[in-house]
């Protein structure tokens, strides 16, 4: 038989933050220690579900709920998803509007693909996270990358999307809080995104999974409550606030006029019916997670705030090193501030075989320059610490003068 030739839409795909795993597991081989900075996913490190959440799972199953869900998702959770919305101050929003979905990644899939035809672009952030530009690519979509501006705390630059809509632009993604920087949208420019999202007929997609992981006493401003008469997919879910990212409970929220967005929402559902469902069992931890007790969130946040501050205030006292302060999510994109270094991914894999320190290249999120990288503090004060420590002697061994 002649070799397998793959498609060429996957040529493109590729996801950085597993990727560096690759290598990091061929020295756990060997049985080295790996300092694990490299993913979001809070039950590696110290946190942990809350117990109401397990036991709402066990008595669906127990009642063998184990079957099919309808494929818009179970009423009860797209009930409590609905009335989230309205609490949030997003009107208009009933359980008709709500779709859930496995994880917010197959939300931005199924939502991509009833919007863009080949040739489409919609505008994506630089530096973003990497499921939408894949997604952008398998669609033979065109990428429209925007820019988001370090000095200004990583807020997207207004004047550089206006000047990116094109005749062919569909829609804006919007990651707030945002990873990989951490950074928080005022609401100021949320306000001016969506003056440019109504002047250009545009579909706003904003991606608020860790909307409730905020640090400083900073308020979250979801983007739909700024825009009633501009149509607005708002995607959540469990993964992050309510710390079961391997549930896979995500959902997307419409609003904006119903006769713009009537068609564009029915397709969605239609695709989504395409795939069955989402797992149901997991759908019934969503009315207890959202209506119970949330003192988990709290706690997770005087935790990761204590660590936030250390990393940001070590990176700023590092030589060769900068970083500004994230405002939420649990991730810092640090600058290397080290003329030398013109290779992010050369410079990751270096302080991983010397240092043992696993964290991913800033180029991987789709920035264009290759001098910054991502790293989660999630992890425990200790770890944090002693990595910090290591990457301060990586630059003395191999940059001092």
């Known amino acids: 038989m002649n070799k397998i030739i793959p498609a060429e839409r996957a040529n493109k795909v590729t996801y950085a ?78 359980k008709n509007d709500v779709l859930m979905s496995t994880g917010v990644s197959e939300g931005i899939e199924l939502a991509l693909n009833a919007l863009l035809n080949p040739g489409d672009n919609v505008l994506t952030p630089t530096p973003g996270y990497p499921v939408y530009t894949a997604v952008v690519n398998k669609l033979g979509a065109v990428l429209n990358q925007y820019k988001t501006d370090e000095a ?80 607005v997919l708002t995607f959540n879910g469990l993964s992050k606030n309510y710390i079961v990212p391997g549930w896979r409970v995500g959902w997307m929220i419409f609003s904006g006029p119903a006769e713009t967005i009537s068609d564009y929402k029915d397709t969605v559902f239609r695709l989504a019916r395409s795939r069955l469902c989402s797992p149901g069992p997991f759908q019934f931890a969503v009315k207890p997670a959202l209506e119970g007790p949330q003192h988990h969130i709290k706690e997770m946040n005087d935790k990761l705030q204590k660590r936030r501050d250390l990393i940001y205030k070590r990176f700023n006292e590092i030589d060769g090193f900068s970083c500004a302060k994230p405002k939420g999510a649990f991730y810092a994109f640090p600058k290397i501030e080290i003329p030398s270094v013109k290779d992010d991914r050369k410079f990751i894999m270096d302080i991983l075989y010397k240092k043992q320190i696993l964290a991913v290249f800033g180029t991987g999120f789709g920035y264009a320059h290759p001098d910054h990288f991502r790293i989660v503090f999630l992890p425990p004060m200790n770890v944090l610490e002693e990595s910090l420590n290591k990457l301060e002697e990586y630059v003395k061994e191999n940059y001092s003068k």
Request: charged share 30%.
């Open 17 to 94: 933050i597993r990727d560096v795993v690759v290598e990091a597991k061929k020295l756990k081989d060997k049985g080295m220690k790996i300092l694990n900075l490299n993913i979001g996913d809070p039950n590696v490190y110290d946190f942990v579900t809350p117990p109401h959440l397990i036991e709402a799972v066990q008595k669906a199953m127990a009642k063998n709920l184990n079957g099919y869900a309808d494929s818009a998702g179970i009423e009860e959770a797209r009930e409590a998803v609905a009335k989230e919305a309205a609490r949030d101050g997003i009107k208009g929003v009933t």
């Open 152 to 231: 200004n705390g990583w807020q997207p630059d207004i004047e550089d999307i206006r000047k990116k809509i094109n005749n062919k632009t569909k829609g804006i993604i919007l990651i707030n809080p945002n990873n990989p920087t951490g950074a928080l949208y005022s609401k100021k420019t949320l306000d001016e995104i969506v003056s440019l999202a109504r002047e250009h007929n545009l579909v706003i997609f904003s991606d608020e999974i860790y909307n409730k992981i905020l640090f400083d006493g900073e308020k979250h401003h979801s983007t739909a409550t700024l825009a009633d008469d501009v149509p």
